[in-house]
C-alpha cells in the first residue's frame, strides 16, 4: 500500500525576476509497514500485555562449565508485556510519522520492531507454559544451526542477483547439494567427498539457469520454478528407486564433527555460536565476510554492481557482462550447494525427499529483507532460523499455541517480514532483465 504526493524541492527565487516557479519532486509514501507495525502492536496489547499469565519466564545463560558466569534473567510477564507494548506503540507513531516525512520507514526501524515483538512473545509464551527455566544461549544456538543453510542460500541470492540474474532455483540448488553430499560421502567414506560433490552438484543447478536466462533470454523466474521442479523430482526418483534398496550403501554418508575451541567456546552466549562449529559453520562465516568485501570493498565488486544496475553502461566501459553473470551465477550455486550439505553431512544423518522443505523460498526472502547486503541477509537468515528453532523449543515446553500454529511459524515470520516489515525495498535495477550487447 502506498501513496504518491508532489512537493516542492526548492523556493527557486530571484530578486530581480520574481518568483519562479518552483521545481516539484514526488515522494512514494509506502503505508505497508506503519500498518503492519500497528497490527502487530494491537496483538502485543492484546496478549501479551492484556493476556499474559501473571507468571514469570526465567532464562538461563550460561551453565556451570562456562568460564564467565551470568545469572539468570527472570522476566515477569506482566510489566514486560506492557513494557514492550508501549516500545511498539512508540515506533508505531515513529513508523507513521517517518512516513509522512520521508515515504519509508528505516531498515535499523523494522529489525528494532521485530526484535522487540519476538522477546515479547518468548517472554509471554515460556511464562504461558510456566516451565522452570528456558536455556537462552541453546534457543540462539539452535538458530545459528538452523538458520546455516539459509544463510549460505541467501548468500547465492545476494551474488546471484547483485549481478542481474534472479536465483529463485536456490530452492533445487540445495537439494542437489544435500542429495550429492549424501550419495558422494556414502559410497566413498569421505566427508570431503560429499562436500565437493555438492558444490559441483549446485554450480551444476546454476549452469542450466546461466545457460538459459543468459544466454537463450529465458524468463529468469520460469526457469528457476522449473529448476526446482525438476532437481525435487529427480532426487525424489533417485530416492525411491536407488537410496531406499540400499540405503547403507548409498544413503549413510559420515559426519563433519564440531570443532570446539578450548576457553573461548565456553565464553556465554556468543562461545557456543563462534567457537563451536562444523567446517561448514566456520566457513559460512568466512563466506559472509568475504561477499561483503568483495562487493562494496574491491574493483571486482563494483563491477558486479555495475552489472547488475545498469549494464549497458558497464559495458560501455569495457566490462564484459554476460561472463560477469555468469560466473556470479556460478559461485552462487557452488554456495548454495554447500548449504545443501549441511543437511546430509551436519544436520541429519540421511537424505530424505525435499528435505530442504522450502528454505530456498525463505532464504530469498532474507535476500529482500537484508536489502541485497551480504550482512542483512545473514541477520534476516538468524531470525527466520530462530522462528524455525522456537517452534520445536515451545512445541517441547508445552505452550498453549497450538500445534498447528508453531509449525507454520517460520513461514508466517517470512510472510510478514517481506509483506509488513521489510517497507520500501529496491533491489539492482537490472535484476531479472536479460542482456543483448548490441
Same mark, same amino acid.
Given at each position: 500500500? %502506498? #501513496?504518491?504526493?508532489?512537493?516542492?524541492? +526548492?523556493?527557486?527565487?530571484?530578486?530581480?525576476? +520574481?518568483?519562479?516557479? &518552483?521545481? &516539484?519532486?514526488?515522494?512514494?509514501?509506502?503505508?505497508?509497514? !506503519?500498518?503492519?507495525?500497528?497490527?502487530?502492536?494491537?496483538?502485543?496489547?492484546?496478549?501479551?500485555?492484556?493476556?499474559?499469565?501473571?507468571? %514469570?519466564?526465567?532464562?538461563?545463560?550460561? $551453565?556451570?562449565?562456562?568460564?564467565?558466569?551470568?545469572?539468570?534473567?527472570?522476566?515477569?510477564? @506482566?510489566?514486560?508485556?506492557?513494557?514492550?507494548?508501549?516500545?511498539?506503540?512508540?515506533? #508505531?507513531?515513529?513508523?507513521?510519522?517517518?512516513?509522512?516525512?520521508?515515504?519509508?520507514?528505516?531498515?535499523?526501524?523494522?529489525?528494532?520492531?521485530?526484535?522487540?515483538?519476538?522477546?515479547?512473545?518468548?517472554?509471554?509464551?515460556?511464562?504461558?507454559?510456566?516451565?522452570? $527455566?528456558?536455556?537462552? =544461549?541453546?534457543?540462539?544456538?539452535?538458530?545459528?544451526?538452523?538458520?546455516?543453510?539459509?544463510?549460505?542460500?541467501?548468500?547465492?541470492? @545476494?551474488?546471484?542477483?547483485?549481478?542481474?540474474?534472479?536465483?529463485?532455483?536456490?530452492?533445487? &540448488?540445495?537439494?542437489?547439494?544435500?542429495?550429492?553430499?549424501?550419495?558422494? /560421502?556414502?559410497?566413498?567414506?569421505?566427508?570431503?567427498?560429499?562436500?565437493?560433490?555438492?558444490?559441483?552438484?549446485?554450480?551444476?543447478?546454476?549452469?542450466?539457469?546461466?545457460?538459459?536466462?543468459?544466454?537463450?533470454?529465458?524468463?529468469?523466474?520460469?526457469?528457476?520454478?522449473?529448476?526446482?521442479?525438476?532437481?525435487?523430482?529427480? $532426487?525424489?526418483?533417485?530416492?525411491? $528407486?536407488?537410496?531406499?534398496?540400499? %540405503?547403507?550403501?548409498?544413503?549413510?554418508?559420515?559426519?563433519?564433527?564440531?570443532?570446539?575451541?578450548?576457553?573461548?567456546?565456553?565464553?556465554?552466549?556468543?562461545?557456543?555460536?563462534?567457537?563451536?562449529? #562444523?567446517?561448514?559453520?566456520?566457513?559460512?562465516?568466512?563466506?559472509?565476510?568475504?561477499?561483503? @568485501?568483495?562487493?562494496?570493498?574491491?574493483?571486482?565488486?563494483?563491477?558486479?554492481?555495475?552489472?547488475?544496475?545498469? !549494464?549497458?553502461?558497464?559495458?560501455?566501459?569495457?566490462?564484459?557482462?554476460?561472463? =560477469?553473470?555468469?560466473?556470479?551465477?556460478?559461485?552462487?550455486?557452488?554456495?548454495?550447494?554447500?548449504? /545443501?550439505?549441511?543437511?546430509?553431512?551436519?544436520?541429519?544423518?540421511?537424505? %530424505?525427499?525435499?528435505?530442504?522443505?522450502? &528454505?530456498?523460498?525463505?532464504?530469498?526472502?532474507?535476500?529482500?529483507?537484508?536489502?541485497?547486503?551480504?550482512? +542483512?541477509?545473514?541477520?534476516?537468515?538468524?531470525?527466520?532460523?530462530?522462528?524455525?528453532?522456537?517452534?520445536?523449543?515451545?512445541?517441547?515446553?508445552?505452550?498453549?499455541?497450538?500445534?498447528?500454529?508453531?509449525?507454520?511459524?517460520?513461514?508466517?515470520? #517470512?510472510?510478514?517480514?517481506?509483506?509488513?516489515?521489510?517497507?520500501?525495498?529496491?533491489?539492482?535495477?537490472?535484476?531479472?532483465?536479460?542482456?543483448?550487447?548490441?
Amino acid at each position: 500500500m %502506498s #501513496t504518491t504526493v508532489t512537493v516542492p524541492s +526548492g523556493s527557486g527565487a530571484s530578486p530581480a525576476a +520574481g518568483p519562479a516557479p &518552483q521545481p &516539484q519532486r514526488e515522494i512514494v509514501r509506502h503505508w505497508a509497514t !506503519p500498518i503492519t507495525f500497528a497490527v502487530l502492536t494491537v496483538i502485543s496489547l492484546l496478549v501479551f500485555a492484556l493476556g499474559a499469565s501473571g507468571e %514469570s519466564a526465567t532464562f538461563r545463560i550460561s $551453565t556451570e562449565a562456562d568460564a564467565v558466569q551470568i545469572p539468570d534473567i527472570v522476566a515477569p510477564t @506482566v510489566p514486560v508485556g506492557w513494557i514492550i507494548t508501549l516500545l511498539l506503540a512508540a515506533l #508505531t507513531v515513529w513508523g507513521l510519522l517517518s512516513v509522512r516525512r520521508r515515504g519509508t520507514v528505516p531498515g535499523w526501524g523494522s529489525a528494532a520492531f521485530a526484535v522487540l515483538f519476538v522477546a515479547g512473545f518468548l517472554v509471554w509464551v515460556v511464562g504461558a507454559a510456566n516451565t522452570t $527455566t528456558v536455556f537462552l =544461549t541453546g534457543l540462539i544456538a539452535g538458530a545459528f544451526v538452523l538458520a546455516v543453510p539459509l544463510i549460505f542460500g541467501s548468500m547465492a541470492g @545476494v551474488l546471484s542477483e547483485r549481478a542481474g540474474v534472479v536465483n529463485i532455483a536456490i530452492e533445487g &540448488q540445495l537439494l542437489a547439494g544435500a542429495f550429492t553430499a549424501a550419495v558422494t /560421502g556414502s559410497v566413498t567414506g569421505s566427508v570431503w567427498a560429499g562436500l565437493l560433490a555438492a558444490v559441483v552438484a549446485g554450480a551444476l543447478v546454476s549452469a542450466l539457469l546461466a545457460v538459459f536466462s543468459i544466454r537463450y533470454l529465458v524468463n529468469q523466474v520460469i526457469v528457476g520454478v522449473v529448476l526446482n521442479v525438476l532437481v525435487a523430482g529427480l $532426487t525424489s526418483f533417485l530416492f525411491s $528407486t536407488l537410496l531406499s534398496s540400499d %540405503s547403507s550403501r548409498f544413503n549413510s554418508p559420515p559426519h563433519f564433527e564440531s570443532i570446539r575451541i578450548p576457553v573461548l567456546a565456553d565464553i556465554p552466549v556468543i562461545g557456543p555460536i563462534l567457537f563451536d562449529q #562444523t567446517v561448514l559453520g566456520y566457513g559460512m562465516y568466512l563466506i559472509v565476510a568475504a561477499l561483503y @568485501v568483495g562487493l562494496f570493498r574491491t574493483r571486482w565488486g563494483l563491477r558486479v554492481r555495475a552489472v547488475g544496475e545498469h !549494464p549497458k553502461a558497464a559495458d560501455t566501459v569495457g566490462i564484459n557482462v554476460l561472463r =560477469t553473470r555468469y560466473v556470479n551465477v556460478l559461485l552462487a550455486g557452488a554456495i548454495a550447494g554447500m548449504g /545443501g550439505a549441511f543437511f546430509t553431512l551436519v544436520n541429519s544423518s540421511s537424505f %530424505s525427499k525435499e528435505m530442504t522443505a522450502g &528454505q530456498g523460498f525463505i532464504a530469498l526472502a532474507a535476500v529482500i529483507f537484508g536489502r541485497w547486503n551480504p550482512i +542483512g541477509a545473514f541477520f534476516a537468515a538468524l531470525l527466520f532460523g530462530f522462528a524455525t528453532n522456537m517452534q520445536f523449543v515451545l512445541a517441547i515446553l508445552g505452550t498453549p499455541v497450538p500445534s498447528q500454529f508453531m509449525a507454520m511459524l517460520p513461514y508466517l515470520v #517470512t510472510i510478514l517480514v517481506v509483506a509488513g516489515l521489510v517497507g520500501r525495498s529496491r533491489g539492482p535495477a537490472a535484476a531479472g532483465t536479460p542482456y543483448v550487447k548490441e
